[in-house]
Structure formats: structure tokens, C-alpha cells
């Protein structure tokens, strides 16, 4: 039975605490940001990244940047992204080397650029109406996505600027390399004026990743990750990466019960009960 003393003391911690329950909130981007959480564990993590080069700037037979892949990664969270006084660091390591893809604390990791292609070992005509050069090599290991865009956004070349394959029929556009729905690569490098000996010469050992029509799965390590009740910053620890978070917050009070909650504390009465 609840007495009278009971039920005003549980009046006061409601009132106190401002919440009936729990409910679940997403936090996103390049570090999810949140801090209202209530402290355990994650209910859900997504990350994922695309490839990525070092250095800066375009790719260009004068800016080569190399394309960087990962045997593992690092997933982060700190209370404080300057001073922490709280980390947590889970590490998740790869059976072969990615360049991009998405995987989830279960240990799911979709592989979505797994083809990374020695550009030197094609074999190349040259186009000249549109002076530029075309390889079909690539229909025969795996289609291309159809979608130029995704081609765009996940791709990624050593010496050449990734392009949608319309602009490699145009002046206006050079060195660039694109894909095209058929599976065929396109590069648009005016400064070799079809010569085709000049162009293995420049490819020679140069790499080109893209994104797969058919992605692969892999198995990697689970994410076991917790909130703080506070402040939580959870991140991953390369480039061109995002995240996503599902953490259990503390339920807002209904107005109903915070009226409920406070009418003993304002009359001092706990017959209001």
C-alpha cells in the first residue's frame, strides 16, 4: 500500500528528475554530438567513409595523390573533444584492405569499393573525334553502377580528377576519368594527343577505386560502444567518415504529470495527493 509520505516523495523525485521513462534519439555526422544521453550502451552505431588521398587539390598527372586504404579503423567517443577526461576506443580490423563502405556495431561491413585498378594494365583505343581514351577492359570484372553520381562520390583516381563520363566528350573538361554505365572507363587527357605509348608511360602503377555494383558483405569486429550522461563525442578516427548514433535519453515528463508532480511542492500539501 502507498502511503501518503510515499506518494509525496515520489512526487518530489518525478518532479526532480522531469522524466517518466526513456526514449531512443539519433545523433549524426562527422563526430555525433549529444549530450543528453542517459550512460550505457548504444542502441545502434552506423559508420561509414568513402575513399580517400592524401594531399590536396584536383589529381593531376602534376598533383598525383595516392589513394589511401585501411586494414582497421578506431571508433571514438570522448566527453570532451579538447580535454577529455573520458575515452572510450573500440577497434574494428578488416580481413583484406577497404577503401570505402558502411558497417554497424553487430560487426556487419557492407564493402563498397572494392575494386582498386592498375589504370596501366588496361588496354586502351583512342577516340579521337573526342580526344580522349576509352577502355571497355572493366565489363568483364564487374558492371559499374549506372548512377554518375555515385560513381562520383565514391570513387577515386591517383593522377585524375573523378568526372560524370558525359564531360569526357567536352572541351570544356580535362584530365578527368569517369565510368560509364556500360562499364567503361573514360580519361579525358588532352596534353598526350593520342599517344597511347605516353599514356602507359603515365599510368604506369597508377590506381583507380570506384564503387561496386554489387557491394560485398564482410564479417569485422563488433562495436561495443557506451554514452556518458553528459557530454559525448563519437567519432571515427580517418577521413571522409561518418556516423551515426541511437542512445537512450530520459523521457520528457508529460504536462499532465509535471502539474501532477509539483501541486504538493506549491501548496505544501500532501493531501493534494
Known amino acids: 500500500m502507498i502511503t501518503i509520505d510515499t506518494a509525496y516523495k515520489h512526487a518530489i523525485l518525478r518532479s526532480l528528475k522531469g522524466g517518466t521513462g526513456s526514449e531512443t534519439k539519433t545523433a549524426s555526422g562527422a563526430i555525433a554530438t549529444f549530450d543528453d544521453a542517459i550512460a550505457g550502451a548504444v542502441q545502434s552505431l552506423t559508420y561509414s567513409f568513402t575513399p580517400s588521398q592524401s594531399g590536396t587539390g584536383d589529381p593531376s ?14 571508433i571514438i567517443n ?16 578488416f580481413s583484406e584492405t577497404v577503401y570505402g563502405g558502411t558497417g554497424n556495431e553487430a560487426g556487419e561491413f557492407t ?30 570484372v564487374v558492371k559499374a553502377p549506372p548512377n554518375n553520381s555515385t560513381v562520383v ?14 564531360n569526357t566528350a567536352s572541351n570544356a573538361y580535362d584530365n578527368i576519368i569517369a565510368v560509364s554505365s556500360a ?11 593520342g599517344d597511347l605509348d605516353a599514356l ?13 555494383a554489387t557491394p560485398t558483405t564482410l564479417s569485422v569486429d563488433p562495436v561495443s560502444m557506451n554514452t556518458y550522461a553528459g557530454d559525448n563525442n563519437i ?8 556516423i551515426e548514433v541511437e542512445y537512450l535519453t530520459k523521457k520528457p515528463m508529460s504536462k499532465k504529470d509535471r502539474i501532477l508532480s509539483y501541486l504538493p511542492l506549491i501548496y505544501g500539501r500532501k493531501e493534494l495527493l
Open 78 to 93: 570522448k566527453d570532451d573533444l579538447t580535454t577529455p577526461t573520458q575515452t572510450q576506443t573500440k577497434t574494428v580490423n
Open 183 to 193: 562499364g567503361n572507363i573514360q580519361i579525358r587527357d588532352t596534353s598526350l594527343n
Open 200 to 212: 602507359a608511360t603515365r599510368l604506369d602503377g597508377k590506381k583507380f577505386v570506384y564503387p561496386l
Open 61 to 74: 598527372p602534376t598533383n598525383p595523390r595516392s589513394i589511401n586504404g585501411i586494414d582497421s579503423l578506431d
Open 153 to 166: 562520390e565514391k570513387a577515386a583516381c591517383e593522377i585524375y580528377k573523378v568526372d560524370i563520363s558525359n
Open 111 to 140: 564493402n563498397e569499393c572494392d575494386i582498386v585498378l592498375d589504370l596501366s594494365a588496361l588496354s586502351w583505343t583512342y577516340q579521337s573525334a573526342n580526344n580522349r581514351f576509352v577502355s571497355t577492359s572493366i565489363a568483364s
Open 235 to 242: 567519432y571515427a578516427d580517418i577521413p571522409n567518415s561518418s
